[in-house]
């Protein structure tokens, strides 16, 4: 039995019609494994790709976890989740991207990383095959612009916890077909998704708000206006936010805010969107938030648990 998710207006469509198309997700970490959980759900035939057979792996093991979550909270049958994981099959390189009909580019959040990827994936596939990128603020031209056909690269922009988040973002380039953009409205509505469509600017509708709400934070705790506690607690009691900035930020991944904060600045060169010296500090010094087990928080075994503000 299959429910609605709980922050979805949609049922997740039962995966019965759509066994043979194909989605390849290239890069497996934590929004590439949340997508391919959701596409695996909803029938997909899915291949999760990363570089290195050690992170395809790691993956595959963050998609189960997804998967056992929505077990948790009932959303989700035990045989539905053994189906939806056998959909799945791992790989490393983007070489059985032929194979797929969907292309989903989940790797960091760096232009030169994307080209690179995007390249390869247009010369392993064939011409009716979607490129999507998961990117949360590049724009889809620049990430297309060194392709032959620019036209079949569409921005999918996912919410993290992809499972959990009922939203997604649809950014067409300047290039791209309209029919790959009905086609991408009509591959998110199949995974059970409500669709906006933003306009190809830096960090497009969401990530802009969402990147100043974050930077805001973090500058408070550089000078000291609050401690990270307190900046946490008045998001989530003042705004009736569910999480507070520094929590978010950290289950993001502070290397992903930084990037995000750096695309908006040098999209825009508007001073609101300089990154605080502290976020960067911290992710110089391979504090990345959850993933890494320290960020704003400490992390052991998955639970935040409070250290020293990061500023002191
Ligand atoms: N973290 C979030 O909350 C969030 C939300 C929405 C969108 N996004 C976007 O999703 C994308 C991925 O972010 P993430 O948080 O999953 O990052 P991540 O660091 O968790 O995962 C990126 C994965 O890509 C792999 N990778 C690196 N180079 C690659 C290559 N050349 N080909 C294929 N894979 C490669 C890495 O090994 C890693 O496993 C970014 O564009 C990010 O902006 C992130």
């Not at 189960?64 to 390189?93: I, M, N």
């Not at 292309?103 to 011409?127: D, N, S, W």
């Not at 990117?135 to 690269?153: F, Q």
């Not at 978010?248 to 040098?266: C, F, H, N």
């Amino acid at each position: 039995m299959r429910t609605a998710q709980a922050a979805g207006p949609r049922e997740t469509p039962e995966p019965t019609d759509r066994p043979r198309t194909r989605v390849f997700v290239a890069g497996a970490g934590l929004m590439g494994s949340g997508i391919a959980a959701q596409c695996a759900l909803a029938g997909y035939a899915v291949t999760l790709e990363d570089v290195t057979p050690e992170l395809a792996e790691a993956g595959q093991r963050s998609l189960a976890r997804a998967l056992d979550g929505q077990l948790r909270r009932g959303k989700l049958s035990p045989s539905d989740r053994q189906a939806a994981l056998g959909r799945v099959e791992l790989t490393v390189g983007l070489s059985s991207a032929s194979k797929a009909a969907i292309v989903v580019e989940a790797a960091p959040e760096k232009l030169e990383v994307k080209r690179a990827v995007f390249r390869e994936l247009e010369a392993r596939t064939g011409p009716e095959t979607m490129l999507a990128s998961n990117t949360s603020s590049l724009p889809i031209t620049s990430i297309a612009s060194s392709l032959k056909d620019p036209g079949r690269v569409v921005g999918i922009h996912f919410f993290n916890p992809v499972l959990q988040m009922a939203l997604v973002e649809i950014v067409p380039g300047h290039e791209t077909r309209a029919a790959v953009v009905a086609q991408a409205d009509e591959f998110a509505r199949s995974l059970g998704k409500t669709v906006v469509h933003s306009r190809d600017t830096p960090g497009f509708v969401t990530t802009r708000a969402l990147a100043v709400l974050l930077n805001e934070a973090a500058w408070m705790l550089h000078d000291g206006t609050a401690t990270r506690d307190d900046i946490d607690a008045a998001y989530k009691l003042g705004f009736h936010h569910p999480m507070g900035p520094f929590e978010l930020a950290d289950l993001v991944g502070l290397d992903t805010a930084l990037s995000i904060l750096d695309v908006l600045w040098e999209g825009f060169h508007d001073a609101k969107y300089r990154a605080c010296p502290l976020l960067r500090t911290l992710v110089e010094s391979g504090k990345l938030g959850r993933k890494s087990g320290q960020g704003f928080y400490s992390y052991g075994k998955g639970a935040a648990s409070p250290t020293g503000d990061p500023s002191t």
